[in-house]
T-cell receptor, first 115, second 118 residues
Framework: GAVVSQHPSWVICKSGTSVKIECRSLDFQATTMFWYRQFPKQSLMLMATSNEGSKATYEQGVEKDKFLINHASLTLSTLTVTSAHPEDSSFYIC???????????FGPGTRLLVL | AQKVTQAQTEISVVEKEDVTLDCVYETRDTTYYLFWYKQPPSGELVFLIRRNSFDEQNEISGRYSWNFQKSTSSFNFTITASQVVDSAVYFCALSEARSGGSNYKLTFGKGTLLTVNP
């Protein structure tokens, strides 16, 4: 099946720093990628839709200046959490949509802990 | 608006039992996709199946089977002869089938935590 990688898998940082998370589709080109946030024992919450070559579309309530998304190529999307604070600590998961079949394949996720 | 309901929050079974995870959905779209994903303790979501709304055939893959019934807006998932490795959170999801970035968004259910005990 299709493979999506996500890096890093774990991040511990100090409050006020910025953290960049990369999401790559390894064996297919994805014009559309998605970024999710998941709190413990909850479902996935969509943060934004990332389209290659254009601005991301953010869900209501998600601060676009805080969660910067860049989809520079058909295989790479990045999420930057700017000036991270403890409340940003969470599990962030990306997905890439395979345009051939339409299925979203998910990365392994990044656990962010802001101290 | 789309909605996916997984009424079972947690299910606990003993190994080798069969278990069915329920999924009921709501959509105004005539064409849509339904999905099941597995999330083991490691956190990664593993794709299990995608079903197009036009295709109501049930599907079997090894110990897994899916029952899609448009009449009741349900897409249930059965694991036969469950194993400890099946322990995970299972998510049912729905998306539109029309083209366009925002239309590809997945609407997830809240998930069902399946625990298979030895």
């Amino acid at each position: 099946g299709a493979v999506v990688s996500q890096h890093p898998s774990w991040v511990i940082c100090k409050s006020g720093t910025s953290v960049k998370i990369e999401c790559r589709s390894l064996d297919f080109q994805a014009t559309t990628m998605f970024w999710y946030r998941q709190f413990p024992k909850q479902s996935l919450m969509l943060m934004a839709t990332s389209n290659e070559g254009s601005k991301a579309t953010y869900e209501q309530g998600v601060e676009k200046d805080k969660f910067l998304i860049n989809h520079a190529s058909l295989t790479l999307s990045t999420l930057t959490v700017t000036s991270a604070h403890p409340e940003d600590s969470s599990f962030y998961i990306c997905s890439a949509r395979d345009p051939v079949g339409g299925t979203q394949y998910f990365g392994p996720g990044t656990r962010l802990l802001v101290l | 608006a789309q909605k996916v309901t997984q009424a079972q929050t947690e299910i606990s079974v003993v190994e080798k039992e069969d278990v069915t995870l329920d999924c009921v959905y709501e959509t105004r779209d005539t064409t849509y996709y339904l999905f099941w994903y597995k999330q083991p303790p490691s956190g990664e979501l593993v794709f299990l199946i995608r079903r197009n709304s036009f295709d109501e055939q049930n599907e079997i893959s090894g110990r897994y089977s899916w029952n899609f019934q448009k009449s009741t807006s349900s897409f249930n998932f059965t694991i036969t002869a469950s194993q400890v490795v099946d322990s995970a959170v299972y998510f049912c999801a729905l998306s539109e089938a029309r083209s366009g970035g925002s239309n590809y968004k997945l609407t997830f259910g809240k998930g069902t935590l399946l625990t298979v005990n030895p």
